[in-house]
């Protein structure tokens, strides 16, 4: 069986001690272990603080682009291998495997065209000169610059293509070096992208712990920077971990998230809104078998629709073929672990409780081995008030319908139950209705989808995370904020404020 090993202080070690396995998780077949420890994470912090660090400060963004590129034509010439990991690793079908891989290559690119605009320059300018003096000779300027520190970016086991590249785009472009971690259960996939990557970046620019993080941590100092993706319960440990705390170490947490989607009181569902709608709640529901963290798990619906969209996603649910995806015509795969499985089925329970059934019972499927748990579909009269829609995130193929009675403000209020989200979505083409729930709505949520009729053909729906527009959330999603297209440099940047000669500090920023 593969052993797999880390890429650390420029070298492929294997680590030593106890050992985790990792599962196909259609079939439970072992496919590869992992070391839990044994390694020396100063000497990795060290060389990509020293190598990494200064390999990368002597380039400039328009230099940084270019490898950026490098590795998203890497991608591309190994896809149907990458493609074939995420089948097996994650439980993936074709389709997921392909969201996440060329979503990764996607976001490189993005970010490598960011550089060439950026140019052969070293510093970014923020906003326009200042006079700050008595006359114009005395100026001020706000100025970006690399941040001389390591980047650690750990990554949840749903994403292991995208998690690593949309990270890793953006640190290198400001000029951090990284040492990425990602889930121990998929590691398979960004394990093969380190592998095809590290040749082609300068030395320390890049490293790769598999398996626990262990140690990790406690070697954090001035200057570094921690991004996270997983769980609120790991979050919290990370934000009272003894060196990110001793240091001021940058941490940005991208967690839990309750997204809602809402259907405006103006829209026929037999309209192409409608289509839109129901299209967005049951590709949530079932791509990546609903392990995405932008998907829709709320559904709020006008009371007196709730039989149609309900009918409408049961006709549509019964079309999905749960089943191992490396087999034809199966159309959603496993979850990614038998934990995850647990979690899911103590949710729906949980959910039970509160709810009516609308599709799919307990999510019961007649599998002899695997992770499976199929498309459920619950219902509410009484959304605002119930504790267990509002409170935890189902990590699933899972969504809850509830009625409300049609209210732009009453739409806004249950986004805001969900106390701060990565996402969430409203169709309609009432302007007037779409202003009020913007305004109430937006304090609440990182990115806010808007259905409408104009749109429709052409969009990717809200579960798909863009480079060109932050990714992250308030609140109960960590509060985080990562692409944005240049925003996303920022975590890997210090802003100063220059104050002298205006000359001198226009002259600071090559202009
Ligand atoms: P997790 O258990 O929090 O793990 C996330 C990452 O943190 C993994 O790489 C994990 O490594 C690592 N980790 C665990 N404990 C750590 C520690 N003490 N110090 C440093 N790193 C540590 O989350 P998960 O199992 O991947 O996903 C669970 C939940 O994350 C989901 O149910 C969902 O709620 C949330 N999630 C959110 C997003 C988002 O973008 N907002 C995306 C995906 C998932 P090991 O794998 O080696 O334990």
Request: with cysteine; net charge negative.
């Amino acid at each position: 069986m593969q052993l797999l090993a880390s890429y650390l202080s420029g070298s492929w070690s294997a680590g030593s001690g106890s050992k985790a396995t990792l599962l196909n998780p259609s079939t439970e077949a072992a496919l590869a272990e992992v070391h839990t420890g044994g390694h020396d994470f100063a000497a990795a912090f060290a060389h990509a603080r020293g190598a990494g660090g200064t390999e990368l400060g002597q380039l400039t963004f328009a230099q940084r682009g270019a490898l950026l590129a490098s590795l998203a034509k890497a991608i591309h010439g190994a896809r149907e291998e990458l493609l074939a990991l995420a089948i097996a690793n994650g439980g993936n079908t074709r389709g997921d495997a392909k969201f996440d891989i060329d979503g990764g290559a996607l976001t490189l690119s993005y970010y490598a065209e960011l550089g060439a605009r950026l140019g052969n320059t070293h510093v970014i300018g923020d906003g326009e000169p200042i006079q700050v003096g008595r006359t114009a000779r005395m100026g001020g300027q706000h100025m970006w610059s690399r941040r001389r520190g390591v980047a650690v970016h750990i990554n949840a086991f749903n994403f292991p293509g995208w998690g690593l590249c949309e990270k890793l785009a953006a640190t290198l472009l400001a000029g951090m070096p990284v040492i990425a971690k990602p889930a121990t259960a998929t590691a398979l996939v960004t394990h093969r992208m380190v592998e095809l990557f590290a040749p082609l970046l300068p030395a320390g620019a890049l490293q790769l712990l598999v398996g626990p993080a262990g140690a990790l941590l406690d070697h954090l100092g001035p200057g570094d920077v921690v991004a996270f993706t997983g769980g609120s319960a790991t979050a919290r440990t990370l934000r009272t971990h003894p060196a990110i705390v001793a240091h001021a170490v940058r941490l940005n947490i991208e967690a839990d998230s309750l997204n809602a989607a809402i259907l405006g009181p103006d829209v026929e569902l037999s309209s192409e809104v409608g289509g839109l709608f129901l299209a967005d709640v049951v590709r949530d529901m079932t791509q990546k078998t609903g392990q995405k963290c932008t998907a829709i798990r709320r559904v709020l619906v006008p009371g007196d629709r709730m039989a149609d969209v309900a009918d409408a996603l049961r006709e549509r649910l019964a079309r999905i073929h749960v089943g191992d995806p490396s087999q034809d015509g199966v159309t959603m795969g496993p979850l990614a672990t038998a934990q995850q499985r647990d979690d899911v089925r103590a949710g729906i329970a949980r959910l039970a409780e509160a709810t009516e059934a609308i599709h799919g019972g307990t999510g019961e499927v007649d599998q002899a081995r695997g992770f499976f748990v199929g498309p459920v579909v619950r219902a509410t009269a009484s959304p605002m008030t119930c504790a267990p829609l509002n409170e935890h995130e189902i990590f699933g193929p899972v969504t809850t319908l509830g009625a409300y009675p049609g209210d732009a403000a009453f739409a806004a209020a249950f986004v805001a139950r969900g106390e701060g989200c990565l996402v969430s979505s409203a169709y309609s083409d009432d302007r007037d209705w779409v202003g009020t729930f913007v305004a109430g709505a937006a304090p609440w949520a990182g990115r806010l989808y808007l259905g409408s009729s104009k749109m429709a053909a052409q969009s990717p729906g809200p579960g798909t995370a863009l480079p060109s527009l932050l990714h992250g959330g308030p609140g109960r999603a960590g509060g985080g904020e990562e692409l944005g297209g240049a925003r996303g440099l920022q975590l890997y940047m210090q802003r100063t404020a220059l104050e002298g000669d205006a000359s001198v500090l226009k002259s600071l920023l090559g202009e």
